[in-house]
Structure formats: C-alpha cells, structure tokens
C-alpha cells in the first residue's frame, strides 16, 4: 500500500522536504573547506546526494584560469526544484585574492562550455553562494584572473586577424584533443583552448 504520512495527497516518496547535506573537503590546502547543498528535495539526502573533487581528473576543470580552491561534482537522486549551492572559504588560503572576486562558475558539459554565475557573496561567515535548478562541476575563480584572460585572448585574436583579415571564426575545442594546433601556446593562458 502506498503511505501517505501526513494525508496531504502527497505519497510519502515524493513528497518533498527541506534538507542539508554538507560535506567537509579532505584537502587542507584548499581554500575552499566544505561543500553545503541546501534544497527542498525528496529522500534522505545523506543517501542520495554526493560531492566529489574531480581536481586532477577533469582536466578542463582543473586547469580553469583564476581557480581557488578545488572544483567538485554534485550529483543526486532526489527530486527538487531549487538549490542553494555555498562553498565555505578559509579566507587565509585566497593569498592575495580579494574575497570580492570570487565568482561561481559551472562546466556545462552539453554545450562545453564554463558558465559564469550570479554569485552571492558573504564575507562575514566566509561563504560564496548560488542558487541552482541543477548539479554538474562547479568551482570558484578569482574573477579578475578570468577575465583578464578572456581579454587577452580576444587582444590576440584581433592582432591574428590584422595579419590574416581571412581569419573569420574563434573556435574553442574543450576537449584538449587538438591541443598540438595551439601553434601561438594560447592554451597556456586560458583553457579552453583557441584552435586556428
């Protein structure tokens, strides 16, 4: 028989409840120290949710311009429609970063690209914080190291198309499969690479 605890016309399996799961980064040299998903969401969270570094197994992640701390992956079972996403930082380990730069970014697999995110800010308690309606790799950049790199980026692009006007088209390869075409070593500014 299907329950239904409270009567609410809800079966109990679906019914969804506000829950936390945190968990506490391993590494004492990342900056960032936990990991706090915090939704209204079916199941036991504890059971149906994890965060996993992919520091050093997801290339691209790893090698992100500007990365403080770790990048992880967020995956889980149960069924919500928001998230609140918050990286705890050890404030100590940004060097000279300010903390105002720190901005959220997910890797959107599907579109290979990194996505940058309205991110909340809260130096007090030492939390960077986003609001979500799903999971993938998320991680933190100094925001200025980021954009800086994409400006310089664009700078040598223009100055390619000023010796070769034929040059019409930026195309970014993530995959890093065609790395050994990078013949002006733009990969070691900013990852993903520019193929031309």
């Not at 965060?51 to 992956?73: A, H, K, Q, R």
């Not at 996403?85 to 000279?96: H, N, Q």
Request: charged content about 30%; hydrophobic content about 35%; proline content about 2%.
């Amino acid at each position: 028989m299907v329950q239904d605890t409270d009567g609410d016309g809800i079966i109990d399996s679906k019914e969804k409840f506000q829950q936390t799961f945190t968990h506490k980064v391993k590494n004492d040299d990342c900056a960032v120290t936990e990991v706090i998903v915090d939704m209204e969401c079916t199941g036991n969270i504890n059971r149906t949710t994890s965060v996993e570094s992919v520091m050093n197994t997801d290339i691209l992640c790893t090698d992100v311009v500007g990365l403080v701390g770790e990048p992880f992956e967020i995956e889980t079972g149960s069924e919500f429609d928001k998230a609140t996403l918050t990286f705890k930082i050890d404030k100590d380990k940004l060097g000279e970063i300010p903390f105002d730069n720190l901005l959220f970014l997910w890797y959107n697999e599907e579109d290979n690209e990194f996505v940058e995110l309205e991110t909340i800010l809260d130096e007090a308690n030492g939390t960077v914080s986003i609001k979500t309606t799903h999971f993938s790799k998320y991680m933190i950049v100094d925001q200025q190291a980021w954009f800086d790199n994409w400006r310089e980026i664009y700078a040598r692009f223009e100055k390619l198309s000023e010796k070769s006007p034929s040059i019409t088209a930026i195309c970014v390869d993530c995959s890093g499969s065609m790395s050994t075409n990078d013949r002006f070593f733009i990969s070691r500014i900013l990852k993903p690479v520019i193929v031309t």
